[in-house]
């Protein structure tokens, strides 16, 4: 089955050290506050660990429709990427995506950083291979707005 790979990235005035530690652990509902047409903020997470940053670690987030998802931690490469892999989606999401590989990554960028979001998503029947390239477009935005969050979060 093949899969959806999306990727969008930003340039922010700030040392690539400073950005993963700071994003790493960055609380997903302030970073994932709004809607985007089809897409929900982020309302909760539950079951997460006092600190986000070991392989292995899961949390479930809980999305303002009352969708949910499994979020475990897969890559902590510091300063450079951490990855994960979202699974067991509920709600609006279920119907189209098996599961999720999702990576931030920071890199040097003249006197800061950019930063990458990218998600490749394993579509789940014939309904998530056909819904894909909308879901595609409304994620590109999605993601746009959350880099512009990250702004407002980060740079001080």
Do not use: N
């Not at 014939?126 to 880099?147: C, D, E, S, T």
């Amino acid at each position: 089955m093949a899969v959806t790979h999306l990727s969008e990235s930003r340039a922010y005035p700030v040392a690539p050290a400073d950005m993963f530690v700071q994003l790493l652990p960055l609380p997903l509902p302030d970073l994932f506050s709004r809607r985007y047409v089809a897409i929900p903020s982020i309302r909760e997470v539950r079951d997460a660990p006092p600190t986000w940053d070991a392989v292995g670690q899961t949390r479930r987030i809980v999305l303002a429709d009352g969708g949910t998802m499994l979020e475990t931690l897969t890559l902590v490469d510091p300063p450079r990427a951490f990855g994960y892999t979202i699974t067991e989606l509920t709600g609006p999401l279920a119907p189209l995506a098996l599961s999720i590989d999702g990576t931030w990554s920071v890199d040097p960028s003249g006197t800061g950083c950019r930063v990458t979001w990218s998600w490749v998503v394993h579509p789940k029947g014939r309904l998530g291979r056909v819904a894909m390239p909308v879901f595609g477009k409304l994620w590109h935005g999605y993601a746009r707005q959350a880099l512009a969050d990250l702004e407002r979060l980060v740079v001080v």
